[in-house]
């Protein structure tokens, strides 16, 4: 007999949650409390399964459906209770609507039809099969709702006459089971893929930084000496807060000297401003030559360009000459990047107040080693993960695309930049994240792969759970190759069409982690 461990998720409550029973050492149908799954091979589309006290258990993952079945052989004359657990490929959701048709198939021919017009339970069929005749049959299951469709079918189906044989016990394979429910399966969302073979890119990995893009950032420097003060309607503003192009971020109250410069400059620019208003009506009477008009004219633009470089290229048409103080307004429309002045610091000429960037354009600059830049040829895209996160994104998820290749060897990092223009329409990505990033080359071959989020580290070993049957699991070491976005090369440890979890795998570690060794049983 196998060793089954039995999952304790979340002890009790996790169990009457899912109104589970307790396990059984029969295999009795005798009630609808579902206990625990008594060991099985799942042979996916094979047929057969016979065990020793009398149960036949299926899984069948066809038509983007999954089926694990239970139930007694097939006696004519007599009715046998079959526990039908239905799972869509798609969603990993359980069934909840019918009908389910269930059919006895000679060839093309329908011998004998029955429909269940509803779920039990969630996810759950309890069915009574009236099989037809003795002899062999293929055994249909259509389920037809608008949750989820599809058929399933199981070939070369007995039918006993009179009574069924003693079926022969399973073979061992030396794997040590898990058993882990249905029910806690859908409940705890687990999710399973395929182990596959796959065009995959020998890709570069590398760390990468986001960063704003440097063609839609905008400093904000003092123009001159003074106190940095909040502004009077607007408040202070903080990192991260979106603004407007001309909203007031700061004001500034200049130092004596800085005062009387700026107000002397700024009373000249007025008054070559009103003189040239004043000779273009004179001009336009008739009264005053087109000379006068170029002198007036250059003479504007003289203290335009002084009053300007004073201020550090402020707007001069948002200044108050009736203000003791001068208003700091955003260049554009974004988010404060960096704030590095305290209000009532004292600020000198030139020296950077804020940064104002467009957050829905950033740059992801990644650093490629050097040795690995012969193998950088027609990068186009690139994924990468956030935080440590098990989600992997694709610059092409954000319309990326390459704007510099780096041929500069970084002396300090002796690494070679490689950036991305990404569109940030969402604000899902950050300024200021560091990302481990997989850039894609053309360079590709076939490989064994499975996706990333399958294996775990557990005790210093990679590892997979492969599921065969509905509810047995089994443990795989296993030894990965390249990454490729979200797949992951396999050089061992899995096999090509076997099913593994994909989403959920920790709880079947968990669920492999009672020591408690339990027979076989699967009451309902």
Not at 21 to 40: K, M, P, V, Y
Not at 397 to 425: M, Q, W, Y
Not at 428 to 452: C, D, I, N, P
């Amino acid at each position: 007999m196998k060793n089954i461990y039995f999952s304790i998720l979340s002890v009790a409550a996790l169990v009457l949650a899912m109104g589970c029973g307790t396990r059984h050492t029969d295999h009795a149908h005798n009630d609808h409390d579902h206990g625990t799954e008594q060991a099985h091979d799942d042979h996916g589309d094979d047929h057969g399964h016979g065990h020793g006290e009398g149960g036949i258990v299926e899984t069948l993952w066809q038509d983007d459906l999954e089926m694990f079945g239970e139930w007694p052989p097939f006696v004519a004359g007599q009715t046998s209770e079959a526990v039908l657990h239905f799972t869509s490929m798609l969603t990993f959701e359980p069934a909840t609507k019918g009908p389910l048709t269930i059919q006895w198939m000679s060839g093309d021919r329908v011998v004998k039809s029955q429909v269940a017009d509803t779920v039990t339970r969630t996810g759950i069929f309890i069915v009574e099969i009236a099989p037809p005749d003795p002899g062999t049959y293929d055994l249909t299951m259509t389920l037809a709702s608008s949750q989820m469709s599809g058929t399933v079918r199981l070939p070369n189906v007995q039918v006993y006459q009179g009574h069924a044989p003693e079926m022969p016990h399973e073979e061992e394979d030396g794997e040590t089971e898990i058993s882990f429910l249905k029910e806690q399966q859908w409940l705890l969302g687990t999710k399973t893929g395929l182990v596959e073979r796959r065009d995959l890119n020998d890709n570069l990995r590398a760390p990468g930084e986001l960063k704003p893009a440097g063609n839609r950032t905008s400093e904000v420097f003092a123009p001159f000496s003074g106190a940095l003060l909040p502004d009077h309607r607007f408040g202070a503003v903080r990192h991260g807060q979106q603004v407007r192009k001309g909203q007031a971020l700061a004001m500034i109250s200049p130092s004596p000297s800085a005062e009387n410069s700026w107000f002397q400059l700024l009373g000249e620019y007025r008054l070559a401003k009103a003189e040239l208003s004043r000779v273009e009506k004179l001009y336009e009477q008739k009264a005053a030559s087109e000379r006068r008009l170029e002198e007036a004219t250059q003479q504007l633009a003289i203290k335009q360009a002084q009053l300007s470089a004073a201020l550090g290229g402020a707007e001069l048409d948002d200044m108050d000459s009736d203000s003791p103080h001068f208003t700091v307004r955003s260049p554009r429309d974004g988010v404060i990047a960096h704030h590095d002045i305290a209000y009532g610091s004292y600020v000198q000429p030139g020296q950077r107040l804020f940064s104002v960037i467009d957050p829905d354009v950033l740059w992801l600059e990644v650093h490629v080693a050097a040795a690995d830049m012969r193998n950088a040829t027609d990068v186009q895209s690139a994924y990468f993960s956030i935080g440590g996160s098990e989600h992997v994104l694709s610059t092409a998820d954000f319309e990326g695309k390459v704007i510099a290749s780096g041929s500069i060897l970084d002396p300090i990092t002796r690494r070679i930049p490689i950036t991305f223009e990404l569109r940030n329409r969402d604000g899902l990505l950050k300024v200021g994240e560091f990302v481990q990033v997989e850039v894609q080359t053309s360079k590709t071959r076939s490989a064994l792969a499975v996706q990333k989020s399958a294996i775990l580290e557990d005790g210093g070993a990679s590892v997979a759970y492969v599921q065969k049957g509905g509810e047995t699991w089994v443990r795989r070491v296993v030894t990965t190759g390249a990454i490729d976005g979200p797949w992951v090369e396999v050089l061992s440890g899995l096999n090509e069409g076997e099913r593994v979890a994909t989403a959920g795998a920790y709880k079947i570690k968990l669920a492999s982690g009672s020591t408690g060794e339990v027979g076989h049983g699967h009451a309902h």
